[in-house]
């Protein structure tokens, strides 16, 4: 497994008594190779947990094993947690300080010991991953940078590492639509080539498209741990009583079973759902008030979708 977190609880030293804790009795495990999505309402806690993983923050009350080391206990070494876990802060400049892109981007393998040729290397071939040329911003001040720039030089300096986990706060944000998709396309390459990715985001679409497995939380504490189609279909109530929604896709999908279509599985994506209900409408459509099935092609058939579709909120594009 790479990381095994029970029983954590946090609460910030600078807490009112009055103020809740940030985490309570969070327990959960990821295997080697997952993709998670780490969901939850602004004050959930998400980002406090994710410093959890690479030592930022170290427990008790509660363990973190990464890889077998325990994060809380004196002597573990911190910097061979964070070799292995890459976290990418909700906010880049965070992570931005060297005077150039290039040498920023390499600050991070050459802290762990690797040779300056070669952490300039995983530098320029972590900037190319990003959509950032070396050669054109490589020599440029991180702080040249735009916003979205900037949040792709600090998922290049925690690519650079070339960490087995990879944590990542709010990525998307300060990207335009081509950025964000451009992203999540790199995250699902990089998770196919076997990285562990836990995402932390508010935009369910992102989950829907690339998580499999979602992990809820609610004030504090771990409300859900499922996979992703079934926290929106089988627990929507949950996910809208904190705050949060489910994607639209699934939202038109149960309008449309509401409305009596059969509409097989749980699509997550407008594809998904655009070819589940071309299976129903190649099949038998839905009863009518007789019990008799009506045909898709027929008159009847057609009608019935038209009436689902013009009652259902459209998937607008992102």
């Not at 004196?74 to 906010?91: C, K, M, N, W």
């Not at 916003?147 to 709010?170: F, H, I, K, N, T």
């Not at 926290?231 to 489910?246: A, C, T």
């Amino acid at each position: 497994m790479s990381i095994r977190v029970q029983h954590l609880s946090y609460r910030y030293p600078t807490a009112l008594p009055s103020d809740p804790p940030a985490l309570v009795d969070v327990s959960f495990t990821i295997e080697e190779g997952e993709f998670v999505a780490l969901l939850g309402p602004t004050g959930s806690g998400k980002s406090t947990l994710v410093q959890h993983l690479n030592g930022l923050l170290r427990p008790p009350p509660g363990t973190v094993w990464v890889f077998g080391m325990d994060v809380g206990r004196r002597g573990t070494d911190l910097s061979q947690v964070r070799r292995r876990v890459g976290l990418v802060f909700q906010y880049p400049e965070y992570q931005l300080f060297e005077e150039t892109v290039l040498q920023d981007v390499a600050f991070g393998p050459r802290n762990l010991g690797v040779q300056e040729q070669e952490a300039l290397e995983r530098a320029r071939r972590a900037l190319r991953r990003v959509g950032l040329d070396p050669d054109v911003y490589g020599n440029r001040s991180p702080f040249e940078l735009s916003g979205g720039q900037r949040r792709r030089a600090a998922l290049a300096g925690v690519l650079a590492l070339e960490s087995p986990v990879l944590v990542l706060d709010e990525p998307t944000a300060g990207l335009d639509p081509r950025g964000r998709q451009e992203l999540m396309e790199l995250l699902r390459e990089l998770n196919r080539e076997g990285t562990t990715v836990v995402l932390v985001t508010h935009s369910m679409e992102e989950v829907a498209r690339v998580a499999r497995r979602a992990l809820l939380l609610s004030r504090g504490r771990l409300v859900a741990d499922c996979p992703v189609d079934s926290l929106f279909y089988d627990h929507g109530d949950l996910v809208r009583s904190v705050g949060l929604r489910v994607p639209e896709t699934v939202e038109l999908v149960q309008a449309l079973r509401r409305r009596g279509a059969p509409i097989q599985g749980k699509p997550l994506t407008p594809q998904q759902a655009a070819a589940a209900i071309a299976r129903w409408r190649l099949g038998e459509g839905p009863a009518d008030r007789t019990g008799s099935r009506a045909r898709p092609g027929s008159g009847q058939g057609r009608q019935a979708l038209g009436r689902h579709a013009l009652r259902s909120r459209p998937v607008r594009p992102r």
